[in-house]
Nanobody
Framework: QVQLAESGGGLVQAGESLRLSCAASGSIGSINAMYWYRQAPGKQREFVAS???????LYATSVEGRFTISRDSAKNTVYLQMNRLKPEDTAIYYC?????????WGQGTQVTVSS
């Protein structure tokens, strides 16, 4: 019954910013880590960023220094602030959340960066 709803994707020019949000609904229980992944056309899904329950972030090298992950645990929500976007950031972005017993994924939101 758990659903993860993503929002904030869109079409922007290189150098601009977007902020993605993902909120979980339903009986998800206590959420541990939260994550963002992305998948470009013809490529496998790759890790972008994660944040632990205590708020410790981890980033892929390709986005470190430009992206910031944050969470509002009370609202079961994870955010991804994306600055200085590049065309190579174009992908479908997926959120993921873990509870003690389950792993949940969103359906993705499209981010397109034009040059």
């Amino acid at each position: 019954q758990v659903q993860l709803a993503e929002s904030g994707g869109g079409l922007v020019q290189a150098g601009e910013s977007l902020r993605l949000s993902c909120a979980a609904s339903g009986s998800i229980g206590s959420i541990n880590a939260m994550y963002w992944y992305r998948q470009a056309p013809g490529k496998q899904r790759e890790f972008v960023a994660s944040i632990s329950r205590s708020g410790v972030p981890l980033y892929a090298t390709s986005v470190e220094g430009r992206f910031t992950i944050s969470r509002d645990s009370a609202k079961n929500t994870v955010y991804l602030q994306m600055n200085r976007l590049k065309p190579e950031d174009t992908a479908i972005y997926y959120c993921r959340m873990n509870s003690r017993t389950n792993d949940f994924w969103g359906q993705g939101t499209q981010v397109t960066v034009s040059s």
